[in-house]
């Protein structure tokens, strides 16, 4: 091959390497990972009804997960840019792998659900109790056992993702779980006299359960994140005034009943956007991650947290409201 030629391949290989490399960093493009129940997925539904994310100069590709710590695996591979936790996996972004963006909602939703027969948590020794690790099921689970005196050593814990739980516990195949609505709701149609051991709102005072929305650590610093954030604050706003309007949106995102989102919508505290910016500023949101990274810390999950002033970005989420 002649120079001339060397120099006209390397600037061909030079040109293709530019126009892939623009067309697999979409800044307006979002990555969105969220769970199929009303709070992972309700600010989504009124983000495309309301076409927010046009409004913000996006675009929204939007992924169903099981669970919270699949979707901090995904941030982490780069898969996604932004997914949503529930409380129980708090303890990953506290250890550094992603960036709590905003908190969405304050849940109710978790139980510790056992067969027939079984009347309270003592009675839970030896037996079988099925759980999804991580997760806000493994949480409620771990603070009932305590409560009456044990650690899951007392119990046989079994641990199983969500689908799993419904079927075991129809087929009776496990005693108890640590699990939530709506998929509880499923359960209690097909084993009628399930008894609920445990609850959230049995803990409050001591724990506060928030639900958040996460982002890659890379992608925090970014305008993409700011103007997410933005769609975010703007769904919020509309959810808080226009609650059943939502449920409707939710419902048909997630192709379920409405009467089903809206019991399920039952079991949260809807956080306002002026509200959380408040929570921010004077510190509450702090104080209860904080809690919480001291439980996580005590149940070996997490061995040494960040701290929420590293790893919550509530200046991203209070900022993003300026025009």
């Not at 600010?43 to 669970?67: I, P, R």
């Not at 997410?228 to 192709?255: F, I, Q, S």
């Not at 989102?261 to 949260?268: I, L, Y």
């Not at 990274?293 to 701290?307: A, E, I, M």
Request: net charge neutral; hydrophobic share 40%.
């Amino acid at each position: 091959m002649t120079r001339r030629k060397r120099w006209f391949a390397a600037l061909l290989a030079g040109l293709v390497v530019a126009v892939t490399g623009c067309g697999s960093s979409d800044a307006s493009e979002v990555r969105f990972g969220y769970i199929g129940d009303y709070n992972g997925a309700s600010l989504l539904a009124v983000a495309e009804d309301q076409k927010l994310w046009e409004k913000h100069g996006l675009t929204a590709d939007v992924s169903e997960f099981t669970n919270g710590p699949l979707q901090i695996q995904a941030l982490g591979s780069g898969d996604l840019d932004f997914g949503y936790i529930g409380p129980g996996a708090m303890w990953l972004p506290a250890s550094g792998q992603a960036k709590v963006v905003a908190l969405n909602t304050l849940g109710n939703a978790d139980r510790v659900i056992a067969q027939p027969g079984i009347t309270d948590v003592a009675g839970l020794r030896g037996k079988t109790v099925g759980v999804p690790q991580g997760t806000s099921g493994e949480m409620i689970l771990d603070l009932a056992l305590r409560r009456a005196g044990m650690t899951e050593n007392d119990v046989k814990v079994v641990p199983m993702d969500a689908s799993t739980i419904v079927s075991a516990l129809s087929a009776k195949r496990i005693d108890a779980a640590g699990f939530w609505y709506p998929a509880l709701d499923t359960v209690k149609k097909q084993v009628p006299g399930l008894v609920e051991l445990a609850k959230n709102s049995d803990f409050a005072g001591e724990m506060e359960f928030p639900t958040a929305f996460v982002a890659g650590n890379e992608v925090v610093g970014t305008d993409k994140a700011r103007r997410t954030a933005a769609v975010l604050r703007d769904a919020m706003r509309y959810r808080t005034a226009n609650p059943e309007r939502t449920v409707e949106l939710t419902a048909g995102l997630l192709k379920k009943d409405p009467a089903e989102v809206r019991a399920d919508a039952a079991n949260v505290q809807v956080l306002g956007v002026d509200e959380l910016d408040r929570l921010t500023r004077d510190g509450t949101v702090r104080r209860w991650l904080a809690g919480m990274d001291d439980y996580f810390t005590r149940t070996g999950q997490l061995k040494r947290s960040t701290g929420p002033e590293n790893y919550y970005a509530g200046e991203l989420f209070t900022s993003a409201g300026n025009p």
